[in-house]
């Protein structure tokens, strides 16, 4: 039963949204974080993210932190990166860390290239596979991954070296022989 309205409510909700954004993020602040959380787990990924854009960064960190990180991964994935990076610079680096793992390496590195490089070189250190987090490394922009990697080197040596470890790509090596040969 409960189930059925959260999912009636969400089919409401996101035809109200397709009609008026603005009414509905009037909505959506006016619930509590835990019932907003629950009716965008239900609508699609496009329309969590309009909502999340639609919200201060602070507002939208604590929504984002009251949804299954499966459902706010995707939705962040939908967000411009610089929305997505000032979201997440409102969030627990160990959540977000969750949040890198579920997105493509693509998505989440222009995400984290956004953020400030102590707090980008926190999330990376705890993101559970150095595979993944080599990728996100790679798919940025090199001078964003040596700056990440470098605060990543000062603050969490050994999970910089399981990164490199994991890391096949050129720009990452090449992060690499920077830091390992400073001028």
């Given at each position: 039963m409960r189930c059925t309205l959260l999912a009636d409510a969400a089919k409401t909700f996101e035809s109200a949204a397709a009609g008026s954004p603005s009414?509905?993020?009037?909505?959506l602040r006016a619930?509590?974080?835990?019932?907003?959380?629950?009716?965008?787990?239900?609508?699609?990924?496009?329309?969590?993210?309009?909502?999340?854009?639609?919200?201060?960064?602070?507002?939208?960190?604590?929504?984002?932190?009251?949804?299954?990180?499966?459902?706010?991964?995707?939705?962040?994935?939908?967000?411009?990166s610089g929305v997505a990076g000032d979201i997440c610079a409102e969030v627990p680096a160990d959540f977000v860390a969750r949040?890198?793992?579920?997105?493509?390496?693509?998505?989440?590195?222009?995400?984290?290239?956004r953020l400030p490089a102590r707090f980008a070189a926190e999330v990376m250190a705890v993101v559970e596979s150095a595979t993944h987090a080599a990728a996100v490394l790679a798919a940025m922009k090199p001078p964003d991954a040596a700056l990440v990697l470098a605060a990543l080197a000062a603050a969490a040596p050994r999970a910089a070296?399981?990164?490199?470890?994991?890391?096949?790509?050129?720009?990452v090596r090449r992060c690499r022989l920077t830091l390992s040969h400073p001028r």
């Open positions: 009414a509905a993020a009037s909505f619930v509590r974080p835990v019932f907003a959380a629950r009716v965008l787990a239900h609508v699609s990924p496009a329309s969590t993210a309009a909502m999340l854009q639609a919200r201060s960064p602070a507002e939208s960190a604590v929504l984002i932190q009251q949804m299954s990180p499966r459902v706010a991964a995707a939705a962040l994935e939908q967000l411009p949040l890198v793992a579920m997105m493509s390496a693509q998505g989440a590195g222009a995400m984290v290239a070296v399981y990164i490199l470890a994991a890391s096949s790509a050129p720009q």
